[in-house]
């Protein structure tokens, strides 16, 4: 989901959003009285070291002080593990059953987080040692809350979480906040600890903070705010309710060093990029993580003018519809349900949601409007006032646009080179768990740990404490495929990178050679609404629903697809040496249709020779891919039908990538007219308002894609001198 503070989902231990909440003591009231006395000879049975079978670089230390056996990883708290029989414990909505071999010695455990009698988070480890001591370095924090007066009168809520007696030691400490929209009742010092363990240990005043509109906090929530002249005090924004919050934390809490670092994840991001926009001079460092930035070129609502449908209605309900952010829960495949409405408009009196703010601009003004413009972020972005570090991902399943738009607009500005940027292989947050795995994927390492240890505590302990220790001096990426980290002094890197083409052939081929003359020109496919490309495997549930595989569709082998009749495939020959791709990759596209709108999609696909180790075998891995809604392809304000049967060019970034395809694999390219219900249909036929599009509209066209001397589609990109 949108990140939900900083832990909205921590799999490094046990911490999780449910139990963040609870801190050991609370979670010591709350145990159930089902326990059973064990012996202490019984209970060194029991201690030692545990491994998780999926993230190997996840630890849990099984450790007895005198008749009490506890458990606890680097992340996650310590808890009082109480029996309820021999080799089955609990500790409240924790439980542990120990496994043994066929010797009858212990030789793992199962650890599942749930309410007793119902399905949980299920979790295998294999001991290691048969030594147990603690792991964590947790330090204790105090929590507080206040209501702060914003200069037009609205109050704004607050939880402040400190180190535990820094109010009286001869210690002052800088501030590190995050605003969120996702409320703040999970905030606690187990939550700060397993989250960001480095931060916590060296010791902040954490502050947390409701915006306006949002759970305990006063006033009228607005979406993505837009920033406005500030003439009166009833002009505010999100710059305006970080500073006036900053002035009053600056004055009202005791023995801070007056610095302030602001950082947040999606939303929070988006948050954390306004506290650098007329800057509070307390500001002394910001990192936007995946930022909501232009929620119509290329976030969260639209990309290149084509909606996104299943996010919108699910997520604007979850935003507007209510205080809080219930998630919007549905048992019906949403493909069949989109399918069924016909069109956003039909979907949104479904759920009754058309007089929800942003549900009526979506219905009413889909093209590149004031509003809109309004709202984008990186327009303000004429000047780097602040150490900003900006963090993404390679397959984030919502915001990856921002991450790459936001240090775009940064860098030319970056006078004092503290302009930074971190580029991982990540989904939507992604960098928050240890993430050595995502999906199928093995990245060899725990990239996240990696990024939080050497990266992101040193940034602010640099900015903040003026403490030794952060060498990034541009970007950091993860190159994947060969699953190393690289650095470069900007990105895209030029130094040591030279510009490349992969020209699309008529014969489903892939070549780094412009097509010759003569030969066949074009290649061609139907494309039916009545049976649009799904974007990932049916059944597709609601974006947020329980077991919804949203978070990881970006990496799904696309094989289940790759099949059909109602697309074109391209293929390079098995790649004779490794090939890498790196910076902006631009679709450069000459299409034509029997229609008079339509859609077009490409995906650079990795494709794994059919011996590559399991599950690997024979797989397609989507490496960048973006559409582009055809109607916009002269003005994103205004859009205009396609002529039929005229060759087109249609040119766009599919987004930033530093992968290397491996020799024994090949490159695919993949291009496709729908990836449905994310995207809404195209009717390939004109229409006013596609999001009112009658059932009538919606036709089957014939699309064709040109790769001749003329006409020479191919992906644009970078390659390293000599390749």
Known sequence: MKISGWCAVVLSGWLTASVAVLGAQEVQAAQKPHAITLSVGALDEYVGQYRDEMEPDVLSSVYREGDKLYVEGERSPRYELRAESVDHFFAHELRVVFARDAAGKVSGLTSTFGERGEPGVERKEGRVSLVGTRLNHFREYT??????????????????????????????????????????????????????????????????????????????????????????????????????TIDWLLKNVPKNNGKVGVLGVSYPGFLAMSAGIDAHPAVKAISPQAPMTNV??????????????????????????????????????????????????????????????????????????????????????????????????????????????????LK?????????????????????????????????????????????????????????????????????????????????????????????????????????????????????????????????????????????????????????????????????????????????????TTGTDGDFVVKLIDVYPDDAPAPMAGYQLMIVDEIFRGRYQKS???????????????????HGADHTFLKGHRMMVEVQSSWFPLYDRNPQTFVPNIMTAPAGAYRGQTVTIYGSEKYPSHLEFSVPDGD
């Open 636 to 654: 994103f304000e205004t859009p205009d039908a396609i002529t039929p049967g005229k060759v087109t060019e249609y040119k766009w970034s599919l």
């Open 296 to 409: 119509w070129m290329g976030d969260d609502f639209f990309h290149n003018g084509a909606f996104r449908e299943t996010y919108g209605f699910d997520y604007v309900q979850q935003l507007e519809a209510q205080k809080t952010d219930a998630r919007v829960e549905s048992k019906e495949d949403t493909f069949d349900f989109f399918l069924r409405n016909v069109n956003f408009a039909g979907a949104a009196d479904a759920a009754k949601m058309e007089s929800l703010p942003t549900a009526k601009v979506f219905l009413t003004q889909p093209a590149y409007t004031k509003f809109w413009q309004d709202m984008a972020v990186e327009k303000h972005l004429t000047k780097a006032e602040v150490p900003t570090l900006e963090v993404g991902g390679w397959w984030d399943q919502e915001d990856m646009w921002g991450t790459q738009a936001e240090y775009a607009a």
């Open 143 to 244: 929590r507080s809350e206040a209501m702060i007066p914003m200069r037009d009168g609205v109050k704004l809520h607050v939880v402040i979480l400190r180190p535990a007696g820094s109010e009286t030691s001869g210690e002052t400490l800088p501030f590190l906040m995050q605003r969120t929209p996702y409320g703040t009742s999970w905030v606690s010092s187990a939550a700060v600890n397993g989250s960001k363990p480095e931060l916590a240990a060296s010791g902040y005043v954490f502050v947390f903070g409701d915006i306006r509109g949002r759970y305990e906090s006063e006033g009228k929530f607005v979406m993505n705010r837009a920033i406005v002249a500030h003439a009166t005090k009833n002009d505010v924004d999100e710059t305006t309710d970080t500073r006036d």
């Open 412 to 592: 030319p500005h970056d006078l004092q080179n503290e302009v930074f940027m971190v580029l991982g292989p990540w989904n939507h947050g992604g960098w928050g768990p240890t993430t050595r795995h995502l999906g199928a994927l093995d990245f060899g390492a725990a990239t996240g740990d990696q990024y939080r240890k050497a990266i992101e505590s040193p940034f602010f302990e640099k900015y903040l404490k003026g403490r030794a220790g952060f060498d990034l001096t541009g970007v950091a990426s993860f190159r994947t495929g060969v699953n190393k980290w690289e650095r470069y002094e900007a990105w895209p890197p030029k130094q040591g990178f030279k510009e490349a083409k992969l020209f699309l052939t008529t014969d489903g081929g892939l070549g780094r050679t412009a097509p010759a003359a003569g030969g066949k020109a074009a290649v061609s496919y139907s494309a039916d609404p009545a049976n649009p490309v799904p974007y990932r495997n049916r059944p597709i549930q609601s974006t947020y629903a329980d077991g919804s595989k949203w978070r990881t569709w970006l990496v799904e082998d696309q094989r289940f697809v790759s099949g059909r009749k109602d697309l074109a495939n391209f293929s390079s020959p098995v790649l004779e040496k490794d090939v890498t791709v790196t910076g902006d990759v631009v679709a450069d596209l000459f299409a034509s």
